[in-house]
């Protein structure tokens, strides 16, 4: 059962997983990912490179490429185990394929080796992942504008993501946030985000770090009348973050998204009427028309005089 519900979720997202492999950052990484495996298993390539096997066969794995592959396939596992998002499963296995290709070309021929680890510097300088760009209702602010939205309605409690666009845990979190303010934005609860990659004033301020080694990104933090009230995930004595998984289910239950969502409603609902009440004109009085009707009369009047 452990084996069958990866294997059900991959199936379930296989759409959308050919959807991302259409990329141009995908199809690139694909072909790098299998670049030893087309080296060892192509024909007149394969013939002039070196093997330990018995039987002197240079176009089928040794068994030290096989120890190799093994080992590197069970720390995928172990990694994507963790993993909460179809992008970091994709991500992972993309991402060990280059380091097995870096170990696998090395100890095949160091020239070949230097030539792989280029292209793989040159790769990661020039390509990054695609953005999510899916439907959301989330605000983007600037250092400008973070604290004034705010401490704009003290009624208004805020969700706002600390975030990085070359953090590779910001990119897989960012489907999971957008999916999370679909389901429970209202004029009461607001989602917003705010790259602390870009302003470095608001990682000071808010005391979230962008170091790598933190890992304090993405940070989520939770805002009523404009003052922090909590935030995940927890940052320890030593300036680290505690592990913590940011799952949909988590945020959920961490920060009492059902409940918040049920009072927040409320405001929506004075704020529509009085939305609501505003679009209807004032009810004329009784006295109108008959006050039309005089002045009509002396109209009238005027004129007869006038002939």
Known sequence: MALLTPLFAFLYHLPQVYKWLLKPYYIASLFMSIAFLAVRKTPGICDHLATQREDGNSCDFDWREVEILMFLSAIVMM???????????????????????????????????????????????????????????????SDKTIDDELGRDSRVTWIVEFFANWSPECQSFASVYADLSLKYNCAGLKFGKVDIGRYGEVSKKYKVSTSPLSKQLPSLVLFQGGKEVMRRPQVDKKGRAVSWSFTEENIIREFNLNELYQKAKKLSKTKGDKVSLSQFPPVPEEEEPVQQGADAQGEESESKKDK
């Open 79 to 141: 990694k994507n185990r963790r993993a909460i998002t179809v992008e970091q499963h994709v991500g992972n296995i993309i991402l060990f394929s280059k380091v097995a290709n870096v170990i696998l070309f090395f100890r095949l021929d160091i020239r070949m080796g230097l030539l792989y680890l280029t292209l793989c510097i040159v790769f990661l300088m020039t390509c990054k992942p695609p953005l999510y760009m899916g439907p959301e209702y989330i605000k983007y602010f």
